[in-house]
């Protein structure tokens, strides 16, 4: 194990994200359907402890192996994921903030400083880079920018209004220019790689998100609130219309992102009904939330399989090209990710 660790994805945080995501979905359906509390803080404290346990392998990895955590950070792709290791501590806050609310502090603390540096980080790179191109662009772009659009789903319990607006702000004038990337990318250069195209859902992400946020930070569902959540809406419709195309994609660890985004979906929707006295709202959220329950257990059985078959944190043909993949894009349509999954 030790020597594959070299292998070992940033993006694997992404099913810390799916689970994380699920956890919260699963604490505002059963709290509107009283079913208590005892399931949803098991799945928290079980993805806490997937959390610290990929966190630890990480960590070993960046020491025993610095050139392919460099790699991976210069990766026109895989430097989207480093965000994760922040929101996956945001969104850990957000499922504590009702069962240990000095823990979720702390969560919320740690992962608003860390998402701010990730930011900075990523558009200083982005602005200095010498080798990306349009080409490289997948919507694992919008990460970063998500993660500030989650910190004031709780932030404002944790610290003045102010602190919450800024990192919304932030989050919304990014996922527009993102956006307008995103869209000019799709409609008029070569598609994405096979492993790159479940990301396509993370566009569910920033308008559910932002719709979430948005209600926290103004305690109201006005008209901007439902514009963000209908795009949501749409884009999730929009994907699922192409459903054949997903289901001929063979396993890869960016099947995970399937599941953040429709969990931000189903919360979202379960806020609107709740701020709307609307019934159908509530039971939509409630059909989602089994539909999303379906996808984590489907997912998480097929990634301990692909654990038992060895096919996780394992050298390819595409990891071996992949540092060269980011610094000479012009000899390559899609990076590939620097390891199989």
């Known amino acids: 194990m030790p020597a594959r660790l070299r292998y070992l994805p940033i993006s694997v945080f992404s099913i810390v994200l799916g689970l994380s995501g699920y956890a919260i979905a699963t604490q505002r359906v059963f709290a509107g359907l009283g079913w208590g509390e005892a399931w949803p803080t098991t799945l928290l404290v079980a993805t806490s402890a ?69 930011t900075i980080v990523v558009l200083s790179i982005w602005m200095r880079h010498t080798h990306f191109e349009i080409n490289h662009f ?45 869209v000019y990318r799709i409609f008029f250069h070569q598609p994405l790689h096979e492993r790159h195209l479940p990301t396509l859902f993370i566009i569910i992400a920033p308008p559910a998100v932002a719709a979430i946020a948005y209600v926290k930070l103004t305690g109201s569902f006005d008209s901007f609130a439902r514009i963000m959540y209908f795009l949501a809406v749409f884009f999730a419709l929009f994907l699922i219309a192409h459903v054949r195309l997903f289901s001929r994609i063979r396993f890869y660890i960016s099947w995970w992102a399937y599941t953040f985004p429709t969990a931000a979906l189903t919360i979202a929707t379960f806020l609107v009904g709740k701020e709307t006295a609307t019934a159908f709202y509530t039971d939509a959220a409630t059909v989602l939330w089994v539909a999303v329950s379906v996808l984590v257990a489907g997912l998480v059985a097929r990634t301990l399989l692909a654990v038992g078959r060895n096919e996780i944190c394992v050298p390819d043909a595409a990891a071996t090209g992949a540092a060269s993949a980011a610094d000479e894009p012009a000899a390559v349509e899609e990076p590939a990710e620097p390891a199989q999954a």
């Open 50 to 118: 997937l959390y610290a346990l990929l966190l630890g392998l990480y960590g070993v990895k960046a020491l025993r192996y610095r050139d392919a955590v460099a790699a991976e950070f210069r990766h026109p792709v895989m430097i989207s994921f480093f965000p994760a290791l922040s929101i996956s501590l945001l969104l850990l806050s957000i499922g504590y903030l009702e069962v240990a609310e000095t823990l979720s502090f702390y969560l919320w603390v740690a992962g608003a400083v860390l998402n701010l540096l990730f």
């Open 138 to 182: 997948s919507p694992a772009w919008f990460i970063p920018v998500v993660g500030n659009l989650i910190v004031p789903v709780v932030g404002v319990e944790h610290a003045p209004a102010d602190v919450s607006w800024l990192f919304f702000s932030v989050g919304l004038v990014f996922a527009v220019v993102l956006l307008v990337i995103f």
